[in-house]
């Protein structure tokens, strides 16, 4: 019960201060909706209008994952400005438990990616919210935000040892989107980006809601992004504390 406290207590709090930052508003709020935009001509162009509530759909996700990616690098970031990330390291519990609230809180505020790329598409390209599996959809959403959470948790480990985690997540937001499948399907993407996808919480994440939208096996894909998103939290919990403890050996932990 205190550890999942901690949890909530913590995740909270980091949303709170997601909440408070402009940089961070104004990215909710402009993003998804270029996205959306996006998606919503691309498959337009490409003929495939009846395919337009999965384009939403497939924005939406892009708008959790970028949200999960820099507002995690961001909450590092910020902590290490504001003089608190060494508190946090020295905190009596571990650091996973410390750390996950951050990436937890920029998944749930990510949620609102998914809700406005849904709502611009209805409101002004008239896409009917015609989902195959409704109920399926929600499930499919909270695991898919959870699951951002925890790779956003193995990301951390890394982000804790950089100094401009920014510069990192510059670099993985579109490959890992466009590996994912979120708006492109795989199939046309090269075979050798088959088994990356494989391994990526991501793509079972994407193809869950994109099952529950349009009809087809979904409970699969949301276990086997549970299965990879439990992986995830184990190897971040490992890598945090190797890095934390590479971190203090190597004196990298203080103020950039």
Known sequence: MNVLRLLVVGTLL???????????VAIALVVPVVQATLAVYLFRAGGEGHRLLEAAVGAGVMGVWSSVLFGSGGAIQNQRWQGTLEMIMLAPRR???????????????????????????????GI???FAHPAAFVVAAVVCVVALGMF????????VLMRNANALANTLEYPVWLVSGMLVPITVLPSWTGPIAAILPTTWGAR??????SGGPVWPSVGICLGISLL??????????????RARVAATLALA
């Open 14 to 24: 980091h949303a709170k201060q997601i909440s408070r930052s402009p940089f961070e």
């Open 95 to 125: 650091p996973v438990l410390v750390i996950l609230p951050i990436t937890i809180a920029t998944g749930l505020t990510g949620i609102y990616a998914l809700l406005a790329t849904l709502a611009w598409g209805r409101l002004l390209y």
């Open 128 to 130: 009917k919210l015609d």
């Open 152 to 159: 956003g948790l193995l990301l951390a480990a890394t982000f």
């Open 208 to 213: 869950a809601l994109r099952e529950a939208t």
């Open 232 to 245: 995830c939290l184990a190897l971040g919990g490992l890598a945090l504390t190797h890095v934390e403890r």
